[in-house]
């Protein structure tokens, strides 16, 4: 197969398939199909598409799953406008809790708790789960075995981001000013009072 | 305070979202309509949201959390949460109390010996409210940046590829067939009770294939069915063959007369020459 | 509106809607979005797309109801391996089915019922002879006159065989290899050909 027919069957199936397509996803379909087109030569393709659509309506962008083809950032809002429904809106509460996940993974549910000072709605955690955006990447070994979250490269990909390095920067967390260690906020806002050394 | 309420659209910062529509300010001082208390006390998306917004009500830094003042309007929000029996309020119970016992640290003197070695009692707090705003702001990131069906869409386009797509046909192993007869065979001698005999392979071929010519032709002659090619073993194999075939009923050996050519025919295609 | 915006946007709305998208349903689009297009436009915008697509993985095709993208004709049979599934597997009775035709043949049904202990569906003989590898060469002169079954030439060609000599021998059941066989069942089996050759 000629190397522009390679280009075209890319772009083709960039065009078709539901979710973005890896270099090394390309590769394999590529090959199990009889071509024999190496990554190099693979992501040369994609760079000589990314040239093309430049200046087209739509182009093709490299998100965290792999490349897709998408609407120019500028052309969102009128396109908006072909669906009745609105986009959606994400509450306060949601986006304070996706944002702890992408900014402080892995996490437990606890620590989520500990900065928002409120508990964590079942709700959210099923929304952003169901969403794809976040999933349960093990447990952190304490008692109880809480489990942590981290977010997906679906989230990513939602957001448009390669890498959560893309992230814009927020401040790192603060030093815990005193003992060390996660201690659960009830304690500290209950217990404490009694042990502390502020007992005369 | 009240017409800030009715029209929370003027332009400054929104302190959050009342049902989806920014709420931009919040009253001075503790008077609040009625009816609006609840909305408001709900915009608020925990006690540490709370807790940041009196602090920034007095343009003041974290670092310089004015334990006493806040404490006390604190409390205020708290006492109306309770009024309402709004059941987001034992969230902030759990703050008032903690609160109540930073304040009450500060309150006491301290021994002058332990003053360096002391730490602040507002710290936890002011580096919880450090870390929440800074979630905070994160938040604010991720709701501006660009999302995926909000302000871009993913591009695809029409295939007929689908019409292509082969049904694939279900592969099978020589060794699977050979273990598929084994196992028939097995379950046939538990039920039958006997032994199937096992004929050399290429003489059973060779009666399909004469069988196969005969579906073409009426007859044979009975010479065809040797070629010479094949030697000994393959006359053989067809002389053993139209015996079984003769044996099994399938086909007949004509001889018109003495010494004349033999043939053979299907079973029942000399008597009627009706085939199908 | 400059006139290469209307072209990306009219491309960007191709791209993102289910379906075609006609001449008369794009100016009203345009129209109230504010922006005045003619119709007139709007086909030049499409006939320049058609032009600008026409040696890429996908082109702008007028159908029916309208124009979409999609991809180009030649590389359907490629591309149609995204949606390839996996072979299904032939069932045991299947199998046993077509191992009876190949080691007994030429066999009647009856003879495959015998030994098989069931009755043999006509869709297995469908299949196998709609895969080419079985077929009728005769009949039984007995009454009913059932047809004889062979395998074909495509069948040894399938199984890389020269002639059925070549068929496996044929394993020993695993039953009767061990003497210690739990089932008493299997006992009788072994029995069995002792018994008599003419039971039946």
Known sequence: ?200 | MTEKLSAPQQQSLPLGFVRGEPVIDKPEDLYIPPDALELILESFSGPMDLLLYLIRRQKLEITELPILPITRQYMEYVEMMKELKLELAADYLVMAAMLAEIKSRMLLPRPPAEDDDEVDPRAELVRRLQEYEAIRTGAGYLDEMPQTGRDHFVAHAATDAKQHVQQQLPEIALAELAVAFAHAMAQAELQHHHQVQREKLSTRERMSRILDLLQTRSRLRFADLFSPEEGKPGVVVSFLAVLELVKEALIDVVQVDAFSEIHIANRGQVYAEASD
Chains 1, 3 share one sequence.
């Open chain 1, 1 to 200: 197969m000629q190397k522009h027919q390679i280009k075209q069957l890319i772009e083709a199936l960039l065009f078709v398939t539901e979710s973005p397509l890896s270099v090394a996803q390309l590769a394999d379909y590529l090959s199990e199909h009889g071509m024999d087109a190496s990554r190099n030569q693979i992501r040369e393709v994609l760079q000589e598409l990314q040239f093309d659509y430049q200046e087209r309506g739509i182009q093709l962008h490299q998100v965290a799953s792999g490349y897709r083809f998408q609407t120019r950032a500028e052309l969102g809002g009128i396109i908006a406008g072909l669906w009745q429904e609105k986009p959606p809106k994400y509450s306060q509460a949601l986006l304070e809790t996706l944002a702890l996940i992408a900014y402080r993974q892995p996490i437990t549910r606890g620590d989520i708790e500990e900065v928002r000072g409120v508990s964590v709605s079942s709700q959210i955690m099923k929304t952003l789960q169901e969403r794809g955006w976040v999933k349960v990447v093990g447990h952190r070994e304490v008692p109880g075995r809480p489990q942590l979250y981290a977010t997906t490269n679906e989230f990513l990909d939602y957001f448009n981001l390669q890498d959560l390095s893309e992230l814009p920067a927020i401040p790192e967390p603060p030093q815990k000013a005193s003992n060390t260690g996660p201690v659960a906020q009830e304690k500290t806002a209950e217990t404490a009072p009694e042990e502390s050394e502020s007992a005369p």
